[in-house]
T-cell receptor, first 116, second 109 residues
């Protein structure tokens, strides 16, 4: 079974530029998550999708971050414009069930973003 | 605000000894508890999950949950150098999951 795929693996941009990340979850997984992990900290949930609907985006900085999950499969996360403090690893995860509460999440390899 | 607390470490344990990792959480309504291992530069991978009070064993790993005291722990028996990593505690309820900052574990050869 293929795991969660993410691209690109690394990205370096200058502040105020835009960047987009892509995630392809495990086939058949209904729930998809985007996390931000700053060095030395645990993952922070940015947004959670159930199929193509948003379950939780309370910690997503909506003035600069946006995400979509068209057709309930792949997802993209965009930052526009980027700030220095956005430098982090962006992790995508997926789980099988309709609700995230008791489902095991499987993580992709992450995208390392450096904003200069 | 719901929180998950872990000692950041590093926790140094001699090879072959038992490593004990602890986690406390603030939300009494939490239902599911997970331990993830994260090697440096890698993404988290699930080690164990536990839903009910008591102990759950899987190989060298034992998860312990005490909902009354709001803590969950992970014991690693016969610690190996390959166990050196950051261990993340995650707690979920009401469809929301919160991760702790993780505890760095260093197994001394």
């Amino acid at each position: 079974e293929a795991g969660v795929a993410q691209s690109p693996r690394y990205k370096i941009i200058e502040k105020r530029q835009s960047v987009a990340f892509w995630c392809n979850p495990i086939s058949g997984h209904a729930t998809l998550y985007w996390y931000q992990q700053i060095l030395g900290q645990g993952p922070k949930l940015l947004i959670q999708f159930q199929n193509n609907g948003v379950v939780d985006d309370s910690q997503l900085p909506k003035d600069r971050f946006s995400a979509e999950r068209l057709k309930g499969v792949d997802s993209t996360l965009k930052i526009q414009p980027a700030k220095l403090e956005d430098s982090a690893v962006y992790l995508c995860a997926s789980s099988a069930g309709l609700a995230g509460g008791q489902e095991t999440q499987y993580f992709g390899p992450g995208t390392r973003l450096l904003v200069l | 605000q719901k929180e998950v607390e872990q000692n950041s470490g590093p926790l140094s344990v001699p090879e072959g000894a038992i490593a004990s990792l602890n986690c406390t959480y603030s939300d009494r309504g939490s239902q599911s508890f997970f331990w993830y291992r994260q090697y440096s530069g890698k993404s988290p991978e699930l080690i164990m999950f536990i839903y009910s009070n008591g102990d759950k064993e899987d190989g060298r790993f034992t998860a312990q949950l005490n909902k009354a005291s709001q803590y969950v722990s992970l014991l690693i028996r016969d610690s190996q150098p390959s166990d050196s990593a950051t261990y993340l505690c995650a707690v979920s309820g009401d469809d929301k999951i919160i991760f702790g900052k993780g505890t760095r574990l260093h197994i001394l050869p």
